[in-house]
Every structure is written in structure tokens, then in C-alpha cells.
């Protein structure tokens, strides 16, 4: 920290922006300098954009330091795969190599930051496991080939596959991690075999017919804005790092959140109210607000429930303000009761003039939707195809015993990944 000149910008970003402070100034006059207290580390979803802000240097990206010069990097702009934010980057680059990851401003998007997974996560892209060339799995040892017979060994496989079981026994789990360009083509690649078993849906318990697109419900800069947010089913600060700091400034400005989860997390702002109830008592505790806001208002609630004090105090605070929102998270998209949940999360939303949206678990979880990778007409979901209703199994970037919520390994007699790891 020789370069510091104790300017206490990165002492303000923990305070204002990530919403721990994690830097402070210790002792005084020549002796003052920035540093944790007690050993603590540097650590939140939020902390390398201490690096941007940083006017001299003295804070900088330890896997970069030392491996290139600013004016060699060739520069390209891009978008973050970590979540639904989409936060806008610029990947820099020295000899086809990536070697660092910096935020690209945009206001109505990620403004002038990054999380961390986003800055940092580029290092896999060179890391030991990272495939260079396809391989066959042949006597159970992997073999690398070249491109032609990789690809004619597929086709052959899935031609033979449908002569055999026919077009219905082929199938393709897709992760919406994934762009929007390798989605459609999943779909274009299943359909022209002559099957419609696709599906992103790796997750979810419940399979409902899906009328036009889940997404966020209002623009993401108008989170910033907000003055009642209800979160539903989300450990809003490690799901959504950026939505949450925009949120936290919500908060800031006197906004009020509200929260049903199934823990109380830590979410680096004061939460007004919290019901914390097990994950299937999260309709009960949605109908409960909605039963509070109908007693309110004197109508009729749609679902049978008991306005307790918890559901009567977020009933009292989504019925005030004039910007709100309620936000499912990802594991209320997942959950077995979903339309269940977001029914009561529309009514709650006409009643109280609150938007009503999903905290999307992926990139293109909306892309995913929009680009039919869900089966159109009498395809099979994800649970019949992970539960060994395929002879042929094609997987773009998703390990299923990881990415599922069975956990289990697909079964097939042919297992096609698409992967770079």
C-alpha cells in the first residue's frame, strides 16, 4: 500500500455500494493507512471493483498483476454468463489469451460495476481442465480425435439411435448459462431429428405449460428506485449481487424490503420484516399476506390463510409507497409449488399496484424461453428425460448430476456433452 494517499474511495464503496465495510483507516497522521481489522479478509460479491476506483493503484487484480501491459490488451466487448443481469464487460486480450475482465458502464444495466464471479472467473478459461479438442469415450478411456470423426461419430450415433427407438428416445438437456444463438440451435438440432424433448428446466419440481416469458418484471434500473420490494424464495446478495446492491440503495434512499425465505440471510441492508418458514410453507406464507391485504382493503382474499402479525406488516408496507415490486427468486421458480406461488404473487401485485417478476436464475433464462428451448407440444420435461426416458442424451454445458435437481447421472445409451470443460 505505498502507492495509498489515504483518499478512502475504497473505504466509501464498502460503506456505500457493497454494504460492508470492510477497509478502514487505522491510527493516525503519518501512521494512518487502509486495512482490515484483525486479520479480516476482503471479501464480498462486490470488493474487486475497489480495483476500478482505486486513482493510484495501490489495490490492484492479483491474477493480473505483472502478466501484460495496458496498451498491449486488444479489447472486446461482452456480457456476463453468471446470472440474469447481463452486466455488460470488456474482455482483454494478449495473444488469443484473456488476461483481464473489466466492467463496460451502462446505466440502465450494471452502471460501473461487476461482481466478483464476473471479474475473475476468466482464469478458468486457461485452467488445466479446459478441453482443446473432442474426445470419444472408447473402453472407458477418453481419446482424443479430430473434429470430422468426432461429428460423424454423433451423427452417425443419433441417425442410428432414431432408426432404432425412433426420433422420440433422443433428447437434449440445455443449460440457460448458455447464449441464445446455442439454444435456438439446440432446439433447431432436436426438432430436425424429429423429436421436441428440450428443455433448460434442470431444476424445477414443476413443469407448468409457460405463457410468454418469466423475466424480471420491470426494468433493472428501476430497482434503484424502488420503495417496497417483497423478495420471495432468494438468497438475494450471492443470487444477484448487482440487483442487490441496487436494491441497498433503495434502502438507502428509505425504502423498505420485505422477505420470505426459508433462512434469515444476510443480505448487507436492514430488511424491514422477514417471514422465515420451511420452503413449502412458502404459499401459506404468501396467502397469509394476501388474506392481510384483503382484511385491509375489505375484499375477498384468494387463498384460505391467517393474517399474522409478520403478514400483516408486509401487507402494511406493500400497500404503501408508489414504486414496488415483488421478486421470486430462484428456488421459489424451482419450487414444486410454483404456479402456486405465482399466482398469489400476481393477485398480491394487483391489489397493492406491485410489479411481479422472477430474479432469473441464468443468463438466459428469459433467452431460453424465448428461444424454444422447452418442449412446444407433447415433448418430455427435464424429469422424464433425467429419469431415463432417452436412449440419446445431448447436453449443452450442464453436468445433470450437478445441475439437476435429482442429482442424478443421465442414463442413456448415448451421451453427447457439449462442453469446454
Known sequence: MTRCIHCTRCVRFGQEVSGIMELGMLHRGEHAEITTVVGDTVDSELSGNMIDI?????????????????????????????????????????????????????????????????????????????????MLKQGGVWKEVDWQAALEYVANGLKQI?????????????????????????????????????????????????????????????????QRVL??????????????????????????????????????????????VPAAQWAQALADVASAIALDKGISAPAAGNATDAAKAIAKSLLGGERKAVLLGNAAAHHANASSLLALANWIGEQTGASVGYLTEAANTVGAQIAGAVPQKSGKNAAPMLAGGLRAAILLNTEPKFDSASGADIKADMVVTLSPF
Open 231 to 276: 423478495v420471495v424464495g432468494s438468497n438475494l446478495r450471492k443470487d444477484h449481487p448487482l440487483f442487490a446492491q441496487r436494491i441497498r440503495q433503495t434502502v438507502r434512499k428509505g425504502g423498505a424490503v420485505t422477505a420470505i425465505n426459508s433462512a434469515a440471510y444476510d443480505w448487507a441492508m436492514p430488511v424491514a420484516h422477514t417471514i422465515t
Open 54 to 134: 482505486c486513482p493510484v493503484g495501490a489495490l490492484t487484480s492479483k491474477p493480473f498483476r505483472y502478466s501484460a501491459r495496458t496498451w498491449e490488451l486488444g479489447r472486446r466487448k461482452s456480457v456476463s454468463p453468471h446470472d440474469s443481469t447481463g452486466a455488460n464487460l470488456i474482455v482483454q486480450v494478449k495473444a488469443n489469451q484473456v488476461m483481464r475482465v473489466v466492467p463496460l458502464e451502462n446505466e440502465a444495466v450494471n452502471e460501473c460495476w461487476i461482481a466478483d464471479r464476473d471479474r475473475f472467473s476468466y482464469e478458468a478459461l486457461n485452467g488445466p481442465e479446459r478441453l482443446t479438442k473432442p
Open 162 to 226: 432414431k432408426a432404432d427407438h425412433s426420433a422420440a428416445s433422443i433428447g437434449a438437456l440445455v443449460s440457460p448459462h448458455s447464449t441464445v444463438e446455442e439454444l435456438y440451435l439446440a432446439g433447431a438440432l432436436v426438432r430436425g431429428l424429429g423429436s421436441d424433448n428440450i428443455d433448460y428446466r434442470l431444476r424445477n419440481a414443476e413443469f407448468p405449460a409457460i405463457e410468454g416469458a418469466r423475466y424480471l418484471g420491470t426494468s433493472i434500473a428501476s430497482l434503484s428506485t424502488l
